[in-house]
């Protein structure tokens, strides 16, 4: 029943002829334990979500976000998710305030706002999973320049170019940035001029280190000047950062420390000093 979009027509005459046939091919991952049915109501869960992307206009911001976090899934694919954890928490919250029903405990009030409030967390909880691998994919990525800045300096000054030096990141490294940069690499060698490539990857991390390496490398390439000293002094800042960073993160902790230490240690303290001569005290009287 669903019409075929012009797409689906034209691509079949573009592409080589595959000998293979479709049914060997491995389908699409399952993200629902319920296989069969999941791949029954996908389209229909998609092109809901689809039709509510209409009257949303932060589909650009999440794209933006799902591509910091490294993710290849789509804006639609993510909302499916979100609608999917969204109704899981109100099945599981719904199973239990029935329990809860049957066995004589429950306020129907009080249950139906925990039945909704568990199904919005469902859906919030999926966008700060999101967030959170945002942080964590951001940390290994600034983790990670130091030691690939360096790389691309030494690559530099002996001869390679930037796009060499890039290759070679590439083929030698593994992690987070390096696959960015092979990113970047793959858009050279498909036409696209290196800086345009370099700025795209800017925009897409969205962090001020890498945004000062890709200005770094577009003045070098423009200008003809070194390279090589500007990595490294790139690297070094990063590197100090990481230990303004660790020291911020020291003192943040060392007063989060006072808060057991003033309320639970020092008050046992005085209480083991003060009560064996309040004893005393008593027995004397």
């Known amino acids: ?60 911001t999440l794209a933006r976000r799902l591509a910091q976090a490294g993710r290849g ?23 239990v305030m029935v329990l809860l029903a049957a066995s004589g405990s429950a306020d129907v009030p009080l249950a139906v706002i925990i039945v909704l409030g568990c199904a919005v967390l469902g859906f919030v909880g999926r966008d700060h999973v999101l967030s959170a691998d945002i942080r964590r994919r951001e940390t290994r990525m600034l983790a990670e320049f130091p030691s690939l800045a360096e790389l691309m300096a030494l690559a530099v000054s002996a001869g390679e170019s930037t796009t060499g030096a890039l290759e070679r990141i590439c083929r030698t490294a593994t992690g987070e940035l390096a696959g960015e940069f092979a990113l970047v690499l793959a858009a050279t060698r498909a036409g696209k001029p290196l800086v345009d490539a370099l700025q795209e990857f800017s925009n897409r991390t969205r962090l001020a280190p890498l945004a000062r390496f890709v200005d770094g490398i577009t003045v070098a390439v423009q200008r003809g000047t070194p390279l090589a000293d500007v990595l490294r002094a790139q690297a070094q800042d990063v590197r100090d950062l990481a230990k303004r960073e660790l020291m911020e993160s020291a003192g943040r902790k060392e007063i989060a420390m006072m808060v057991p230490l003033v309320f639970g240690v020092l008050p046992l303290t005085v209480l083991f000093a003060v009560y064996p001569g309040i004893a005393l005290i008593n027995l004397g009287f």
């Not at 909302?79 to 954890?85: F, G, T």
């Open 1 to 60: 029943m669903r019409a075929t979009s012009l797409t689906q027509r034209v691509a079949p005459q573009l592409r080589a002829v595959d000998v293979q046939s479709r049914l060997l091919t491995d389908s699409p991952a399952n993200v629902t334990p319920f296989g069969p049915l999941e791949r029954i109501l996908r389209p229909l869960l998609a092109d809901a979500v689809s039709w509510s992307h209409r009257f949303n206009p932060a589909s650009a």
């Open 73 to 95: 899934q789509t804006t639609t694919d993510f909302r499916a998710q979100q609608l999917l954890w969204a109704a899981g928490g109100l099945a599981g919250s719904t199973l």
